[in-house]
Each structure stands twice: as C-alpha cells, then as structure tokens.
C-alpha cells in the first residue's frame, strides 16, 4: 500500500505562481511513476504530467506544457508540480497517483490516489 497526501494548494491570480506537493508512505516511493490529474467541476479527470521513477523521464499535457514542472525527491518521498503562469483554466482539484507499471496519461491505470488539493486561479 501506498499513501498519498497533497498539499499546496489554494487561490491565485492569473499569471501567478503555485507549487503542489504529494507527500507519499508506505511501499517504497522510488519504485513508483508517479502522476498528476486534475478534475475541474463537471468534468472528467485529466492527465497533467508523469515523471519516471528515476526522475529521468517527464511528460506533460499540451495544455501546460512550458509552464508546469513536475519533479520528485525520492529521499523525501514526495512529488511535486511547479505550476508557473497559471490561468483560469487551470482551476480544478489536483490528485497525485502512483503505479508501478510504466508511467501514463491514463488514470484509470494508477493504483494509488491521493485526495486532492484544491486549486482556483481568477482572472
């Protein structure tokens, strides 16, 4: 088992700056790709960004790409996702997830949630 805690999150003003954390316990957190989704009201649970668990290997959505940074620090066991320029759009509730097959924009192929933080960015 694996625990997820997010943190960090919380309201900004367009352009602004955010950075979330996933603070993970359990199993050992270095075997884990780990991702982040986010879900706006209404609307379904999108891929944000994967990292590997080696931290040699990234991937981010179109839609935030150049702006978001997503890292990890094994020996803290905790994933974070920088989030620069932030726009209205970027509103939603974050979740981090764990998985230990190959890293994946799919959320449905996670194992582990955690139980989001809630990010809001006015225009």
């Known amino acids: 088992q694996v625990q997820l805690v997010e943190s960090g999150g919380g309201l900004v003003q367009a352009g602004g700056s955010l950075r979330l954390s996933c603070a993970a316990s359990g199993r050992s957190f270095s075997g884990y790709n780990m991702g982040w989704f986010r879900q706006a009201p209404g609307k379904e649970r999108d891929f944000v960004a994967v990292?590997?668990?080696?931290?040699?290997?990234?991937y981010y959505a179109d839609s935030v790409k150049g702006r978001f940074t997503i890292s990890r620090d094994n020996a803290k066991n905790t994933v974070y996702l920088q989030m620069n320029s932030l726009k209205p759009e970027d509103t939603a509730v974050y979740y981090c997830?764990?998985?230990?097959?190959?890293?994946?924009?799919?959320?449905?192929?996670?194992?582990?949630w955690g139980q989001g933080t809630q990010v809001a960015v006015s225009s």
């Open positions: 997830a764990a998985r230990q097959g190959a890293g994946s924009t799919y959320a449905n192929v996670y194992n582990y």
């Open positions: 990292i590997s668990w080696s931290a040699g290997s990234t």
